[in-house]
């Protein structure tokens, strides 16, 4: 099994490529929803709200698109302050994965995860807008398109009855912040950060995503 700390041939880069090969998964299926033309390749794709069923009515595609953060939450700043807000996050979020290399597995997986999904929804915003001609630079949305069924749930005065619409960047986040919250106990202190050491850690037992 190879290290958690070998630096050699690709090893050091094997989550930005994880990360990288995500982002490519989020954007190649929502342009396919959304269609393109590019390069003299025309993909007609969806209409706006245009749906159906994928596993019955359980599991749809649904095509919407969202101005805000993932899972349509609105953020009251502005666009373009939640664009430099993500530009910020995911700055940090390279960073924090590069000095990440000599630790545990598990959380380089799940911080790539976080930044895969980050990354998605930022190059919607920051350039789907020029791209199809509909919005000036910072101000595209972002596209979803998995509606999954929930039971009629009446919260705070509004009816659900399906899941927030996302996509594949939505799912990126959510599973990275879940597997960071179980690993929280494996992350290294600033200090192990700064020297990029194993010491006064049991990170010296590095283990996998799936331990």
């Known amino acids: 099994m190879m290290s958690g700390n070998d630096r050699s041939g690709l090893a050091p880069y094997k989550y930005f490529i994880l990360a990288l090969s995500l982002v490519l998964v989020d954007q190649a ?11 003299g390749i025309r993909h007609e794709g969806m209409y706006l709200g245009e749906s159906h069923p994928l596993i019955g009515d359980a599991i749809r595609l649904t095509y919407v ?17 939640l664009t430099l807000v993500t ?54 949305k972002v596209v979803d398109f998995v509606q999954v069924d929930i039971p009629d749930l009446n919260w705070l005065g509004e009816l659900y009855t399906h899941f927030p619409v996302f996509n594949v960047a939505d799912s990126c986040v959510s599973v990275g912040i879940v597997l960071l919250i179980l690993l929280s106990r494996h992350m290294p202190t600033g200090a192990q950060l700064r020297s990029g050491s194993l ?4 990170e010296n037992h590095d283990v996998s995503p799936e331990s």
């Open 87 to 140: 530009i910020v996050i995911a700055s940090v979020l390279v960073w924090y994965l590069w000095k990440l290399r000599p630790f545990h597995r598990g959380v380089q997986f799940a911080v790539s995860l976080v930044l895969a999904g980050a990354v998605g929804n930022l190059i919607d915003r920051m350039f789907y807008g020029v791209f199809y001609g509909e919005e000036a630079l910072f101000y595209g």
């Open 29 to 39: 299926t929502k342009l396919a929803v959304k269609g393109f033309s590019l390069f």
């Open 199 to 202: 010491q006064s850690t049991d």
């Open 65 to 81: 698109e969202n101005p805000g953060m993932a899972f349509g939450i609105s953020f009251g700043a502005g666009k373009i302050v």
